[in-house]
């Protein structure tokens, strides 16, 4: 149908050319002109609006659920994470719970192995003391016995075994010296070992104490912070075998040094024990030795005094004969004036009656025989002063000894073996062993 206005408005070749003369033959406002859009590209901003904001729609709804599902994933991740962590908690803390354990009962044993060894080295001193006293009793009864006199100052028997003794004494005193040393050396490895033991074991406890402290935190305790994120290799960290190795060492070290604590007790009462039965058997020979050598003097000096008494005996007839010879030769005194002045008298006669008669040859044989006689006794008195001399001499070297062997037997008696009764060879082998 044709318009009445078509025969007044230019043609135009699409509807666009007829909207812009219509608004133009009105005379619409210049600024009121703009380009109009077609229905088709309204249609299509509108399509592709709708398009977009579906698209938008459609990645937001997916966003969405890949952010549910990856809050899920995460949250799950997180706890199963946590989980695992507290899960290495507690087997960390049973670990380490377990070495603490290990490490306390090896330091309770090696505190009692430094008590049992403190005890042996104590029960050591004690023998090395006892040692004294033997040693200056086996000096003072050489020293005693250097006193013996003469003949009796003689390198016997008992010297030759106190003499052993004092070497035996000197060298068991050097031995125990030296045990004494080497439980001072054990002592000091055990204190050693039983101070690392005790480092480990405060360690340990350290450990415990923050790793029970980290078991117990869960998301709602109190006073969590946000701290950097630690590195995973710090420098002072260590690997679990070497931790492992570590108490492992101690627990080695302290083992042996237990056992070689244990050796050195049991050489230490070997030692004392040995060292005890040497000198106890020692001091028993010279005990012997000393009783033998009594035995000796005693009958040396019963012999003496049986030599002094014949002596005396003898010495005491002797004397007699003496005094008997003397008697005679006084006895002859008479005979001899009684025949010396008839021989005097009748030389007096006169003349021929100096004869060489009977008488006068009797008497000159009487003379001659009493001479004799008293020559003899003469030579048998000097014979027997002689005799006697000797015998007074004997007798002062019979009494000589006798004294030599009353002082031996006094030293050797009563000096020596009451002196080395004050030896308790019970009290060298030290209480409780």
């Given at each position: 149908?044709?318009?009445?206005?078509?025969?007044?408005?230019?043609?135009?070749?699409?509807?666009?050319?007829?909207g812009?003369?219509l608004?133009?033959?009105l005379?619409?406002?210049?600024?009121?002109?703009r380009?109009?859009?077609?229905?088709?590209?309204?249609?299509?901003?509108?399509?592709?609006?709708?398009?977009?904001?579906?698209?938008?729609?459609?990645?937001?709804?997916?966003?969405?659920?890949?952010?549910?599902?990856?809050?899920?994933?995460?949250?799950?991740?997180?706890?199963?994470?946590q989980?695992?962590?507290?899960?290495?908690l507690?087997?960390?803390?049973?670990?380490?719970?377990?070495?603490?354990?290990?490490?306390?009962?090896?330091?309770?044993?090696?505190?009692?192995?430094?008590?049992?060894?403190?005890?042996?080295?104590?029960?050591?001193?004690?023998?090395?003391?006892?040692?004294?006293?033997p040693?200056?009793?086996?000096?003072?009864?050489l020293k005693?016995?250097e006193?013996?006199?003469?003949?009796?100052?003689?390198?016997?028997?008992?010297?030759?075994?106190?003499?052993?003794?004092?070497?035996?004494l000197?060298?068991?005193?050097?031995?125990?010296?030296?045990?004494?040393?080497?439980?001072?050396?054990?002592l000091?490895n055990l204190?050693?070992?039983k101070?690392?033991?005790?480092?480990?074991?405060?360690?340990?406890?350290?450990?415990?104490?923050?790793?029970?402290?980290?078991?117990?935190?869960?998301?709602?305790?109190?006073?969590?912070?946000?701290?950097?994120?630690?590195?995973?290799?710090?420098?002072?960290?260590?690997?679990?075998?070497?931790?492992?190795s570590?108490?492992?060492?101690?627990?080695?070290?302290?083992?042996?040094?237990?056992?070689?604590?244990?050796?050195?007790?049991?050489?230490?009462?070997?030692s004392?024990?040995?060292?005890?039965?040497?000198?106890?058997?020692?001091s028993?020979?010279?005990?012997?030795?000393?009783?033998l050598?009594?035995?000796?003097?005693?009958?040396?000096?019963?012999?003496?005094?049986?030599?002094?008494?014949?002596?005396?005996?003898?010495?005491?007839?002797?004397?007699?004969s003496?005094?008997?010879?003397?008697?005679?030769?006084?006895?002859?005194?008479g005979?001899?004036?009684v025949?010396?002045?008839?021989?005097?008298v009748r030389?007096?006669?006169?003349?021929?009656?100096?004869?060489?008669?009977?008488?006068?040859?009797?008497?000159?044989?009487?003379?001659?025989?009493?001479?004799?006689?008293?020559?003899?006794l003469k030579?048998?008195?000097?014979?027997?002063?002689?005799?006697?001399?000797?015998?007074?001499?004997?007798?002062?070297?019979?009494?000589q000894?006798?004294?030599?062997?009353?002082?031996?037997?006094?030293?050797?008696?009563?000096?020596?073996?009451?002196?080395?009764?004050?030896?308790?060879?019970?009290?060298?082998?030290?209480?409780?062993?």
């Amino acid at each position: 149908m044709t318009s009445a206005y078509s025969s007044v408005l230019p043609s135009y070749g699409s509807k666009r050319d007829v909207g812009k003369a219509l608004l133009q033959t009105l005379g619409a406002p210049s600024n009121a002109v703009r380009d109009r859009k077609a229905p088709d590209q309204w249609n299509a901003a509108l399509n592709m609006h709708v398009r977009l904001s579906d698209k938008d729609k459609n990645k937001a709804e997916t966003q969405r659920d890949a952010s549910n599902r990856l809050i899920k994933e995460l949250d799950q991740k997180t706890k199963s994470k946590q989980a695992e962590v507290n899960r290495r908690l507690q087997d960390r803390i049973t670990t380490v719970a377990y070495w603490k354990q290990r490490l306390n009962t090896e330091h309770a044993a090696i505190c009692q192995e430094i008590t049992n060894l403190s005890m042996s080295k104590k029960k050591t001193q004690q023998a090395l003391a006892s040692t004294e006293l033997p040693t200056e009793v086996s000096q003072n009864c050489l020293k005693n016995r250097e006193n013996r006199e003469a003949i009796d100052l003689v390198q016997d028997l008992v010297d030759d075994e106190l003499i052993n003794e004092l070497n035996m004494l000197s060298e068991v005193q050097k031995l125990l010296a030296t045990r004494i040393g080497d439980s001072d050396q054990r002592l000091k490895n055990l204190n050693d070992c039983k101070a690392n033991l005790e480092y480990d074991i405060r360690d340990k406890e350290e450990c415990l104490r923050l790793d029970e402290h980290c078991y117990k935190l869960n998301n709602g305790s109190a006073g969590l912070q946000q701290v950097a994120q630690p590195s995973l290799y710090d420098g002072h960290t260590t690997t679990v075998d070497k931790h492992e190795s570590f108490s492992q060492d101690n627990l080695e070290k302290s083992e042996v040094a237990r056992v070689m604590s244990c050796l050195q007790r049991e050489l230490n009462d070997f030692s004392i024990n040995k060292s005890n039965d040497e000198l106890q058997k020692q001091s028993e020979l010279v005990g012997s030795m000393f009783r033998l050598r009594l035995k000796e003097l005693t009958a040396a000096k019963t012999n003496l005094d049986g030599q002094l008494e014949k002596t005396n005996q003898e010495i005491s007839s002797v004397e007699d004969s003496l005094h008997q010879l003397r008697e005679a030769l006084r006895s002859k005194d008479g005979p001899m004036k009684v025949a010396t002045t008839r021989f005097a008298v009748r030389s007096k006669r006169p003349n021929v009656e100096q004869t060489r008669d009977y008488v006068h040859g009797g008497l000159l044989s009487e003379i001659n025989d009493i001479s004799g006689s008293q020559e003899a006794l003469k030579q048998q008195i000097a014979s027997a002063e002689e005799t006697l001399h000797r015998l007074l001499k004997n007798k002062e070297r019979l009494q000589q000894d006798i004294e030599i062997k009353k002082k031996s037997i006094q030293i050797d008696e009563q000096q020596c073996l009451r002196l080395r009764k004050t030896l308790s060879w019970r009290g060298f082998r030290p209480a409780g062993m």
